[in-house]
């Protein structure tokens, strides 16, 4: 099983708590990426990026110096954010890291797939960024079916706690007989489930700890999950479509 989760806009610099453990195993495209963006000057970028003043600055210095084999940060303690904080990786046992070192992948629109201990430099690029590179029309384009070629040689199952912008640019290049799970938090609304981002990016962060904490690694144990509020409902649920709700709503419908 490979558990694939969406990165962070933030990141920062850790060189000191773990240490990385290898390089990202598509550091030459990243390379490539990394040349296509320094070409560009300041205005183009903070369109790019659509970030404010400081922000830009704050990328532009990065970018302007950027070494991708020095100054290395783990995977999992580059990335800040909501789900990153509830899945709060600098609390890891030394089983819990052994867990995601097999387990857990994070996709990226600069690096494209990392292991959790591959050694990362702090950048700023989302997947839906309209940047073309080496001739593609974008960044779903430049990584075509890399990356799900790559998922495919590892496991035959995939459990999705990505949002859709980092799944789809695996999910369509999978070949058939890799099993796709997909996780969905939701809770009612106006007689409705509905998901809602902020909370969604909570419990995916909660879920990667409960998965690790329990060494998860048959897709029938994932329904176990029960924390913040959510459990699992066998009426919303199909095979490859697991959903969570909070308890409230699954009293409401009975789950």
């Avoid at 970028?45 to 830009?56: F, G, K, T, V």
């Avoid at 210095?61 to 303690?77: V, Y």
Wanted: hydrophobic share 40%; net charge neutral; with cysteine.
């Amino acid at each position: 099983m490979r558990i694939i989760i969406s990165p962070a806009k933030k990141m920062n610099m850790d060189t000191d708590s773990l240490d990385f453990t290898s390089l990202p195993q598509f550091l030459p495209e990243a390379e490539t990426i990394k040349c296509q963006l320094q070409a560009m000057n300041a205005k183009e970028l903070q369109a790019l990026w659509r970030c404010n003043d400081s922000i830009a600055a704050l990328n532009l210095e990065r970018l302007r110096g950027m070494d991708l084999q020095k100054n290395l940060t783990p995977a999992i303690l580059a990335y800040e954010g909501l789900q990153y904080r509830y899945m709060a990786p600098g609390v890891f046992e030394r089983g819990h890291y052994a867990y995601i070192d097999e387990h857990l992948r994070i996709l990226s629109g600069f690096y494209g797939l990392l292991r959790t201990f591959d050694g990362v430099v702090p950048y700023r690029l989302e997947m839906q960024a309209k940047l073309s590179v080496a001739g593609s029309k974008d960044l779903y384009d430049y990584w075509g079916d890399r990356l799900a070629k790559q998922l495919a040689a590892e496991t035959d199952l995939i459990l999705n706690l990505a949002s859709k912008e980092y799944s789809q640019a695996v999910k369509a290049g999978l070949p058939v007989q890799v099993r796709w799970v997909e996780c969905i938090f939701a809770e009612g609304q106006d007689g409705k489930l509905v998901q809602k981002g902020t909370r969604c990016k909570m419990a995916r962060g909660q879920m990667v700890r409960f998965l690790a904490e329990h060494n998860i690694t048959s897709v029938e144990e994932i329904k176990a999950f029960a924390q913040l509020g959510y459990v699992y409902s066998q009426q919303h649920s199909s095979a490859d479509r697991f959903v969570f709700i909070k308890e409230a709503a699954a009293q409401a419908d009975g789950r």
